[in-house]
């Protein structure tokens, strides 16, 4: 088996990237649970038809009632991540307050998707939906009160109410105290207290200072340049009060903790439950987010095949990325059809034919069906692959100081090797960075090892000599043979008309060509009517012919 199962080049080049980056769970499980997606391979045929069909169904009820959708979605975009909290309690760790807020908090939003998906007329197979745990919202919310903060009440323990109430009545005889004792010291100095608790007097008023330094109650805070600061001294009830409310502070702290530790055992009874729960909420936000791509891209679910039955069939696929640049040209994508066996297959067509484009779309929806995502196609039809690769002769950052040529040899000798295997193997130009020649006579060469090969294998080419090999089957793009010519003829004739009306002519769609026919030329034409110099494209003309016996082999 290809390992992995898509390198980064194919990643990159089929737009499986640009698909991943549309998929968009709104909670931190569900992005999880993106970064963990893994494909079907084969033996697994029946799992991603299930998974399929269930995506089918939520794609088709989302487009009839949108909101219980909205709902569940907004419910998820509220979760916070719990998943270091229950590394650190299943580890051993008490739960802080934040933490256990934390919790309370998912236990009320999970209970609110559950009522949601209950209402739904389809069960969706996380058996991490169905724990109940209202026995922890209830640990969680001793006082019934329904709110959503948490915080260690004095409902967990009659010993903590009553360290608190003691606690709040010497507080309460403190502050009495204080503010007798304030209100006495005013009139013994003769002004009012600051807010800060101080009283401020002017360095150069002696006889103010002179009276205050006598008094043993006061004593100096602060000074500044011109000021001097006195506060008062605590009394001996005060410092008493002091000590007791340290004590019964420490004592409301222990008591916490001691409340904290058996909240966190209990909850940690349920930590497997929480864990199941936690990865579930992951899976039905990915899921979700697989439908809303599905309706974004007007997806449909993509018919597997069983691995005997090795095959790859496209009716009207389109490639989102590509139609998406396409429409912002105020133009329409050409959805592509198309069957492939294993062997060979070679697509020939002029350049702009969309040649590169068929091929990375046929990548593109093998590798979402795979990822067990729906597909922007009429219909597809598709076995599991053991790998895919898309070989498409760039530079890359593997191979540093290779020529293009280079980088595409070392590609076919990572791929050619699992030849036999039941991957897809996509071959865009190949060998077209060498010389003519020797690039015919290579790409020649690969294609009759591989003809016999248990792949399925896909080139684009301008080599005409491939087409007429045995055995291979030859997709032409129907390009400019069937166009307006009356248009071609305008076009030709207003060399103020842009190129773009040239390819709104071009036909992208593929026919298939039966074997011995003849190649349709047309890159002289398209050339020709780009503007290319007339001299320059009679002179090409005249080279084609003298010089077609080189190329053939």
């Known amino acids: 088996m290809l390992n992995p199962f898509l390198d980064e080049d194919t990643l990159r080049l089929s737009g499986f990237q640009y698909v991943l980056g549309l998929l968009a769970p709104v909670s931190p499980y569900g992005l999880a649970a993106k970064r963990s997606m893994q494909p079907f391979t084969p033996g697994q045929e029946q799992a991603l038809s299930k998974e399929l069909n269930l995506l089918e169904d939520l794609l088709r009820l989302r487009r009839t009632q949108i909101k219980p959708f909205s709902v569940l979605e907004h419910l998820l975009s509220q979760l916070t991540d719990w998943r270091d909290a229950l590394r650190r309690m299943l580890a051993g760790a008490v739960l802080t307050d934040v933490e256990l807020f934390q919790l309370k908090q998912l236990l009320y939003l999970y209970r609110s998707a559950q009522t949601v998906l209950q209402s739904l007329p389809l069960q969706l197979a996380f058996p991490g939906l169905k724990h109940d745990f209202s026995d922890l919202e209830q640990l969680l919310d001793p006082e019934k009160s329904g709110s959503l903060s948490f915080y260690v009440s004095d409902a967990y323990s009659r010993r903590l109410g009553n360290v608190r109430r003691e606690a709040r009545r010497i507080q309460q005889k403190r502050q009495e105290h204080e503010q007798e004792q304030d209100r006495l010291l005013e009139q013994q100095v003769g002004q009012r207290m600051l807010p800060s608790g101080e009283w401020m007097i002017s360095k150069f008023d002696q006889k103010k200072r002179q009276q205050l330094d006598r008094m043993p109650n006061l004593k100096v805070s602060r000074e500044t340049y011109t000021d001097i600061y006195y506060e008062r001294e605590l009394t001996a009830k005060e410092s008493d009060w002091v000590d007791e409310l340290r004590q019964l502070k420490d004592a409301e702290f222990q008591e916490e903790e001691r409340v904290r530790e058996e909240l966190t055992v209990a909850i940690r009874a349920r930590g497997s439950a929480l864990n199941e729960t936690i990865a579930s909420l992951g899976l039905l936000d990915l899921t979700l987010a697989k439908v809303r791509l599905a309706d974004q891209l007007n997806c449909s679910k993509p018919q597997i095949a069983e691995l005997s039955a090795l095959e790859l069939s496209i009716r009207g696929g389109r490639h989102p990325k590509v139609e998406q640049e396409v429409q912002q040209r105020s133009r329409q994508f050409t959805p592509v059809s198309l069957r492939l066996k294993p062997g060979v297959s070679i697509i020939t067509g002029a350049n702009m034919g969309g ?199």
């Open 355 to 553: 040649k590169t484009v068929t091929l990375r779309l046929v990548g593109l929806l093998s590798a979402m069906a795979q990822y067990g995502l729906l597909v922007p196609a009429d219909e597809l039809t598709t076995a599991l692959f053991e790998g895919i690769r898309l070989i498409a002769g760039e530079y890359s950052a593997d191979t540093p100081g290779l020529s293009r040529f280079g980088s595409e040899v070392e590609s076919l000798l990572d791929v050619l090797p699992y030849a036999d295997q039941a991957c897809l193997l996509l071959y865009d130009e190949l060998a077209s960075s060498t010389n003519p020649a020797e690039g015919a006579a290579l790409a020649q060469a690969i294609i009759e090892y591989l003809l016999d090969k248990r792949s399925i294998s896909l080139f684009t080419t301008h080599y005409e000599s491939l087409s007429r090999l045995e055995g291979v089957s030859h997709w032409q793009v129907v390009g400019l043979s069937k166009a307006n010519q009356v248009a071609l003829a305008e076009i030709v004739t207003d060399n103020r008309r842009s190129w773009r009306e040239l390819a709104d002519l071009m036909d992208y769609n593929l026919q298939p060509v039966p074997p011995g026919m003849p190649v349709p030329r047309e890159a002289l034409r398209v050339a020709k009517l780009m503007g290319m110099p007339e001299q320059v494209a009679e002179r090409a003309a005249e080279l084609l012919v003298s010089k077609a016996d080189e190329y053939k082999n």
